[in-house]
């Protein structure tokens, strides 16, 4: 959801924030596809050694972090780039969260049914979120209202992680 509400209108959320050029904002764009490379390798080695509910919410609340810092006024060029690498940190790490807690907390018999029913909302989500985020900045006249809510909602996403606690010791009994 928040993955496509963000990086369709990256470049135009930057200029406009940033009263930087196209070219400069791409440049900054392009370090959330390095960025993501980043995380998903970071992400697996956390999640084996760090409580992984702790592990994910801290990685969905790197977002919450990143719209903070575009909602600033006038951002300069290095707190927009601190915000892209938020954004792209989540992106690279959230799959592998989301994979992970699941298959601890539900284990691998359920894995299929509930990990289709979270993608499946979450492509839900990531077609109408391009088309809802171009809304509110055509309503509204910025992005500001649409960082709000992303705010909002991965602040609770990172809540409902952190709440599941600490999966099965033995979540390998699930699979029977």
């Given at each position: 959801l928040y993955v496509m509400?963000?990086?369709?209108n990256l470049v135009s959320l930057l200029t406009e924030k940033?009263?930087?050029t196209a070219m400069a904002a791409a440049q900054i764009a392009g370090l959330v596809g390095l960025v993501t490379i980043i995380a998903r390798m970071s992400a697996g080695f956390l999640l084996f050694l760090l409580p992984a509910h702790i592990v994910g919410a801290c990685i969905f609340?790197?977002?919450?972090?990143?719209?903070?810092?575009?909602?600033l006024d006038s951002p300069d060029f290095l707190v927009m780039t601190i915000a892209v690498i938020c954004f792209g940190m989540t992106i690279g790490a959230e799959f592998d969260v989301i994979i992970y807690l699941t298959s601890r907390q539900f284990g691998l018999k359920a894995f299929g049914a509930i990990f289709g029913a979270m993608i499946t909302a979450g492509a839900f989500?990531?077609?109408i979120s391009p088309v809802t985020s171009g809304a509110i900045h055509?309503?509204?006249?910025?992005?500001?209202?649409?960082?709000?809510l992303l705010m909002g909602l991965m602040t609770?996403?990172?809540?409902?992680?952190?709440?599941?606690?600490?999966?099965?010791?033995?979540?390998?009994?699930?699979d029977e």
């Amino acid at each position: 959801l928040y993955v496509m509400a963000i990086a369709p209108n990256l470049v135009s959320l930057l200029t406009e924030k940033g009263s930087i050029t196209a070219m400069a904002a791409a440049q900054i764009a392009g370090l959330v596809g390095l960025v993501t490379i980043i995380a998903r390798m970071s992400a697996g080695f956390l999640l084996f050694l760090l409580p992984a509910h702790i592990v994910g919410a801290c990685i969905f609340m790197l977002p919450v972090l990143g719209c903070a810092l575009m909602l600033l006024d006038s951002p300069d060029f290095l707190v927009m780039t601190i915000a892209v690498i938020c954004f792209g940190m989540t992106i690279g790490a959230e799959f592998d969260v989301i994979i992970y807690l699941t298959s601890r907390q539900f284990g691998l018999k359920a894995f299929g049914a509930i990990f289709g029913a979270m993608i499946t909302a979450g492509a839900f989500g990531g077609a109408i979120s391009p088309v809802t985020s171009g809304a509110i900045h055509d309503r509204f006249g910025n992005y500001d209202p649409m960082l709000m809510l992303l705010m909002g909602l991965m602040t609770l996403c990172a809540l409902a992680i952190l709440t599941i606690g600490r999966p099965e010791q033995n979540w390998s009994k699930f699979d029977e």
